[in-house]
Each structure stands twice: as structure tokens, then as C-alpha cells.
């Protein structure tokens, strides 16, 4: 069965620091790949997606994530991070036709 | 930029009573859903909706759950007798196409609390 998995529920980094969020997939073809951002008391925010091609894809916020085929892994990575990237972090796979599958999500906090 | 709209925030409901959760997507997408998220726990899909009927469904919507397209914008989750364990944020959710190469536009959210 598809599945997705983030194996940190909760991260904290220090403020201007590097951050590494971590997600793995079980899928059976290469899935469709997604970060999605949720702050406290909002809704869901799609932070980058991958399709196909270029397997380092950026998006919003200054955050990228990396495809790795290998490793079935779509890791989400911001070089410095700010206080405001505090929130919840959902990452999630589908095909063409199916519906989308979340991670269990990674708490991130930042300290000053 | 175009959003989805989700009326109403929050919702307090006794149990057993029924509730109608209310979407409106952005208007020129095509393909609609319905996501939960309990406290503490992912978020899960319940249903996809498109041309007026159901593409696909979860194990969680069951007989107690049901959508529809009343008009041309608004799209509802209707739960019949609900349950304290139906408390949860519900997501809608909208794509242009299947397919997400749009990715899914979600909503803020309907926080339902069932006491």
C-alpha cells in the first residue's frame, strides 16, 4: 500500500540555521511529490511540487527539496531559517488519478 | 490569488445532531475534496468529487457522510448523527484537473468539535 513517512515529529533549529525535514515514500511507480506548510490555526499551503525532471525543485519561502529515486526520499531543506517558519510540515505523494497522501507531519520550532 | 473558501471556522455540534460544511472552490477548478485531520494526526482524504458525482472515496466516508454540488460555486460535506470522534479540521480542497500537476488549493479549515 502507498504510504508516506516523515520519521521526526518534532524538530527545533536555532534561527538562521540550516533545516532538513525528512520524508520517505513506499508507492508503487514514481509518485507526484509535495511539501505543503501549515501554521497554527490555518490551512494547508503548498510550499513546492515534483513532477519530473530536475530532481531538486524550489519553491516558496526559499525552501527546495531533492527527489532521490534510490533512497525514495523527498527530503524539504532551507539553508537559514527564520522565526516564521515555525509550523507544521506535511509532506505528501499521489499519482495521476488518486487522491493525495499526507505524512504524519513535522512539528518546527525555531529558537532565538 | 484565487482561494478556497471554507465557511463556517468553527463549528460546535452536539452529537447525534447533523452538520453541513460548506466549500467554495476557486471557480474554474474542476475536481473537489474533502480531507480530515483529527487532532494530533494526519490529515486523511475522505472523497474526491467531480462532474457532479463521486470519483473516489476513502474507508472513512461511509454511509454518514455526503457531498454535493447544491449550485454552481458551493460544494458541502454533510455529516448525519454525528459522533464525538467526527471531531476534527475538515480540508476542502480544489484542482483544475486530476492529475495534480496544479497541485491541490486548499482551504483554511473547519474546525468541527462534536460534544
Known amino acids: 500500500a502507498q504510504s508516506v513517512t516523515q520519521p521526526d515529529i518534532h524538530i527545533t533549529v536555532s534561527e538562521g540555521a540550516s533545516l532538513e525535514l525528512r520524508c520517505n515514500y513506499s508507492y508503487g511507480a514514481t509518485p507526484y511529490l509535495f511539501w505543503y506548510v501549515q501554521s497554527p490555526g490555518q490551512g494547508l499551503q503548498l510550499l513546492l511540487k515534483?513532477?519530473?525532471?530536475?530532481?531538486l525543485v524550489q519553491g516558496i519561502k526559499g525552501f527546495e527539496a531533492e527527489f532521490k529515486r534510490s533512497q525514495s526520499s523527498f527530503n524539504l531543506r532551507k539553508p537559514s531559517v527564520h522565526w516564521s517558519d515555525a509550523a507544521e510540515y506535511f509532506c505528501a505523494v499521489n499519482q495521476a488519478g488518486t487522491a493525495l497522501i499526507f505524512g504524519k507531519g513535522t512539528t518546527l520550532s525555531v529558537s532565538s | 490569488e484565487p482561494e478556497v473558501t471554507q465557511t463556517p471556522s468553527h463549528q460546535v455540534t452536539q452529537m447525534g445532531q447533523e452538520v453541513i460544511l460548506r466549500c467554495v472552490p476557486i471557480?474554474?477548478?474542476?475536481?473537489f475534496y474533502w480531507y480530515r485531520q483529527i487532532l494530533g494526526q494526519k490529515v486523511e482524504f475522505l472523497v474526491s468529487f467531480y462532474n457532479n458525482e463521486i470519483s473516489e472515496k476513502s474507508e472513512i466516508f461511509d454511509d454518514q457522510f455526503s457531498v454535493e454540488r447544491p449550485d454552481g460555486s458551493n460544494f458541502t460535506l454533510k455529516i448525519r448523527s454525528t459522533k464525538l470522534e467526527d471531531s476534527a479540521m475538515y480540508f476542502c480542497?480544489?484542482?483544475?484537473?486530476?492529475?495534480?500537476?496544479?497541485?491541490?488549493?486548499f482551504g483554511s479549515g473547519t474546525r468541527l468539535t462534536v460534544v
Open positions: 515534483y513532477f519530473s525532471g530536475d530532481t
Open positions: 471557480s474554474n477548478h474542476l475536481y
Open positions: 480542497a480544489s484542482t483544475p484537473k486530476q492529475g495534480s500537476n496544479y497541485g491541490y488549493t
